[in-house]
């Protein structure tokens, strides 16, 4: 399925750094609980690992909790490679650090970008020691031109080696110092010399490889697949690659990963739950079914005993037997999350639906949930301190003294929505307004509530904010006649302070920064999504154009200057001026987002739809900088790099124009042959657009076979490649 639209939407401008200590992560952190798509795992002793997914993880209790590394948040890792727990290597692909890898020496505490002084794109690693290793990859600024570079100290200077004609290397194996083998597309290449020079090992054109593995300079292991449809096959060569003999039963599936714990044992794992075993260097192979419909993406032992599997969709399976048996760990399922709040900056909470309840001690890292009894969708959420909190919908407030782990309901008396709720700094004193605009207080911490009072709207109230110690906001949801309320008493008396009719068509969302300056977000009769501010409490607003068909979710200033709003999506704008201009952030996810949290000007959170729970150290900012949302026409011809990559089915590829120009995007395999044309010489107007590519069915009505894949951008007279690589 091919779909194209034209799409106004902001991207990074790259930045060209020098090697440098990254100690903090860029933009925004994918923090979801449980479900995370892990396509890397590496142990280096008995119970530590590192892991790739959308960051770079570790643990030290053999994969019963994981810790997010402060990594560049690139959200687009390829491989990694540890020689001992301090020092390790991980392969980057975004534009901004292309021609880099970045490295620890202090077990993933800090992290190093170090140029190879190359602009190349690099999809494999294999070091030798801490000092000695390979990376291999594509010349980037040509078409399937490989490349294998060598460094001798550390990662310092790296040099290229010899030629690898027009293939993408994408897998290394060194069974000593001097012999190694490298896989790039339907060649593989040999070394006998340390990786001065490399020479061809004859098999088949027809056929490309995926993964190599070499137990010894002469045995060795590779799997792959015939792009005519012959399926997934592992083959052995038991002569340095002179002949090779397929190994009959492990075929015709995708084969994902080779390892071996001695020249005996060896696993070959594919991507659909199944794990393929030998115990005489792979003269037979048995079946063992993992028992998952999840993808299997890597596997790696600590030990002759004990290893891991990881994959997609938060999946880690473990053996204590050496491979005979497995076990998976438990996915933590998450529901849709509508508020997240951080009492303190370990202790953190996100509630959702049918009384989803989740809780942090570790500043956002790992999340485990709370059970409870409640079924009702929690709306809000307020802790006046690391214990104490409150939450609700409908039935009333539920109050919690021991962290969520019990909760006592407290009736209201309504049977209406609560709106808002809000605690004052002396926690005794609280007060709520329900959907229906009642108003009610506490003054005994929320054990019991009392209306006092009640907010005249039209038909319900929409949104809710407490702005001053005093002075609240009340906007109305209806259609006509919508109002925006006000009270300067703690909501004893309200009083109409302005009317939406001329902006919105029905209720807004609102958030005030004091008393005086506030805003209002929502949506006029032709769908244009608009964002108002006043600076006068409400007499008169000023307007600002965010687009068309944008459904915006939550608005929320952290102070006089600085303000975030989310929405469908993914989306997530900020401002840092006070409204004047909004920019565009990349948050890495595309489930709804629902509601944010900051502690400070830089550490914030976000929460949303399907558990998604985003953080950022930087204020959500990137080191690349942001274009402002409203700059359609871009500056200069673009592909971008597609998200998500790994993708499985489907991805997108975004690519800018800033003039007229005849298109031409065409998706290639490997081996550049043409897979499908996505935009075929068709004529497009100067802006930005994005191409969805689906690998069901892209090739002649055949689905594609997991592996490396290029698209390819013609605009005229500019032209650019970029990689993708489909994971199934």
């Known amino acids: 399925m091919i779909t194209e639209k034209l799409i106004f939407v902001v991207f990074i401008l790259s930045l060209i750094l020098q090697t440098e200590t990254v100690s903090a992560q860029a933009g925004w952190q994918n923090l979801t609980p449980g479900q995370i798509n892990r396509t890397e795992i590496q142990y280096v002793n008995s119970t530590t690992a590192f892991s790739i997914a959308s960051g770079i993880y570790k643990t030290t209790d053999n994969g019963s909790s994981w810790i997010l590394l402060n990594a560049p948040d690139e959200n687009n890792y390829d491989k990694l490679y540890f020689v001992n727990g301090s020092t390790g290597y991980v392969t980057v692909l975004s534009e901004a650090n292309r021609g880099k890898i970045l490295k620890t020496t202090n077990g993933g505490i800090n992290w190093n970008y170090m140029p190879t002084g190359t602009n190349y794109s690099f999809g494999a690693i294999n070091f030798i020691n801490a000092n000695t290793g390979y990376i291999g990859g594509n010349r980037f600024d040509q078409l399937f031109n490989g490349v294998i570079m060598k460094t001798t100290d550390g990662g310092i200077s790296w040099n290229e080696q010899g030629p690898v004609y027009n293939y993408f290397v994408t897998c290394f194996s060194f069974p000593d110092a001097l012999t190694g083998y490298a896989s790039a597309g339907s060649k593989m290449f040999k070394t006998t010399d340390g990786g001065i020079n490399w020479s061809v090992i004859p098999l088949s054109d027809l056929f490309v490889f995926d993964e190599v593995y070499f137990t010894s300079a002469d045995t060795g292991f590779i799997t792959g697949y015939f792009p005519n449809g012959n399926g997934n096959q592992l083959w052995k060569t038991v002569n340095g690659g002179l002949n ?29 739950g199944i794990l393929f075993k030998t115990t005489n260097s792979g003269e037979n192979w048995n079946i063992i079914n993992l028992n998952t419909s999840l993808t299997s993406t890597s596997i790696s032992f600590a030990n002759m005993s004990y290893g891991t599997i990881v994959g997609y969709g938060g999946l880690i399976i473990k053996t204590t037997n050496q491979g005979n048996n497995w076990t998976q760990s438990p996915i933590l399922t998450v529901s849709d999350l509508y508020k997240i709040y951080f009492p303190s900056d370990q202790i953190g909470y996100a509630a959702g639906k049918y009384g989803e309840f989740l809780k942090t001690t570790n500043s956002g890292n790992n999340w485990f949930s709370v059970p409870n009894s409640i079924t009702t969708n929690f709306v809000n959420l307020v802790f006046i301190n690391d214990n104490t909190g409150f939450t609700g919908e409908y039935s009333g407030v539920y109050k919690t003294t ?25 926690p005794v004193n609280g007060i709520l307004i329900d959907e229906e605009g009642r108003v009610l207080k506490t003054t005994n911490t929320g054990d019991s509530w009392i209306e006092y009072s009640t907010v005249p709207v039209f038909i319900s109230v929409k949104s809710v904010s407490f702005a001053e110690e005093n002075i609240i906001y009340a906007s109305d949801d209806a259609i006509i006649n919508a109002e925006l309320f006000k009270s300067t008493n703690r909501g004893l008396n309200w009083f109409s302070v302005s009317h939406y009719n001329n902006f919105f068509y029905w209720g807004c969302i609102i958030d005030f920064i004091n008393g005086n300056t506030g805003f209002a977000m929502g949506e006029d009769e032709d769908f244009n999504t608009l964002v108002l501010k006043t600076t006068d409490g409400g007499t008169s607003w000023s307007s600002y154009l965010m687009g068309t068909f944008i459904s915006l979710t939550n608005i929320n200033f952290i102070n006089d200057y600085s303000g975030f709003i989310t929405g469908a999506g993914g989306r997530i704008y900020k401002t840092s001026n006070s409204g004047t201009n909004w920019y565009s952030q990349t948050s890495g996810t595309n489930n709804i987002l629902n509601s944010t949290f900051f502690k400070n000007s830089l550490t914030g959170y976000a929460a949303g739809n399907y558990g998604t729970i985003l953080k950022t150290t930087t204020g959500g900012d990137l ?26 089915p489907e991805t997108k590829i975004n690519y800018e124009l800033p003039q007229n120009a005849e298109v031409d995007l065409t998706v290639f395999d490997i081996n550049g042959r043409e897979v499908i044309k996505l935009v075929n010489n068709e004529f497009r107007n100067a802006g930005k657009y994005s191409v969805s590519f689906n690998a069901r069915n892209a090739r002649q009505g055949s689905d594609l076979s997991s592996g490396v894949y290029f698209y390819k951008l013609n605009a005229g007279s500019f032209s650019q490649t970029r990689r993708m690589i489909l994971l199934k």
């Open 402 to 426: 021991n962290g969520g782990m019990n909760w006592i309901m407290h009736s209201t008396g309504t049977g209406s929505k609560i709106t808002g709720l809000h605690f004052y700094d002396n």
């Open 244 to 272: 090779w003999t397929e190994t009959p039963g492990v075929e015709y599936i995708p084969l994902r990963r080779i390892t071996f714990l001695n020249s005996m044992t060896g696993f070959v794992l594919a991507t659909n």
């Open 623 to 648: 080191f690349t900088g942001l274009y402002n949302i409203n700059e359609n026409i871009p500056d200069a011809f673009a592909l971008k790099q597609n998200y998500p990559n790994p993708f499985n």
